[in-house]
């Protein structure tokens, strides 16, 4: 009799653990996600070769923001290369001075907007503050979203496409990346000719 009831006790045990392991987490636990904002030119560039992205310009006007402001109301934390932040300085005031920025670099250590960071993309999201939980903006450039990739790390891709070809420059998927399946969102198209697309990564076993 005694051996039964500790059989079911066990028996209530486990129905619990596979409740709260399994069942559970995908519909409970909102966790941070990655997301890649960015816009390319219809020929997969996010700059010309200079670095330059006045072929964007046109595109930035008061009329039409593309989603944009809603998106960073969305985030609360952006993560960039060193060579995207240094660009980002040269063009005037610090457009995010109201998030956190996390800035992948070898050289500097210190700046008045960002934190700096090295290493490993993966080892840099496991130690991100749980407590925060909007998403975060990968804002680019391409070495660091290739190293993102490189991981699987990358949530959502909302990929702002500009109607111009360029010929040449920074390219955002360059070859020798990571094969990976994407599940679609969201298409928008606009007046301008910008179309915007909104994938997520399928999930998968492995994932
Ligand atoms: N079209 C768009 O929406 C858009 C958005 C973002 C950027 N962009 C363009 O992208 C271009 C920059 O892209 P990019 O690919 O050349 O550079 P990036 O990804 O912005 O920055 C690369 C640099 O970040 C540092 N870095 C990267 N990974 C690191 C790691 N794991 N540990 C330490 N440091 C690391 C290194 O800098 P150091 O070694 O120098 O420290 C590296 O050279 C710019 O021209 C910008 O205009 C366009």
Redesign the pocket.
Known sequence: MENRLRNKQQLDIRVCEVIINIILPPYFIVTRKVIL????SLDGF???K????DW?EKYNTPAEDYGYNDFLDSIDTIV????????ILSFGEFPYKNKKCF??????TESQYAEF?????ET?LGELNPDKNKNMWL?????????FIGQDLIDEFII?IVPVIIGGG?Q?FSEGGTELSLALKEVKSYKSGVVQIHYERKQTMNK
């Open positions: 904002y960015i816009a390319t996010i700059a010309r200079d670095g330059s992205v964007l960039m290369g060193n060579t995207s932040y240094q660009q800035v992948f670099a070898n050289k500097g960071v090295k290493g490993s993309v840099f804002l680019g450039g391409a070495n660091l979203v290739r190293q702002t920074i955002l």
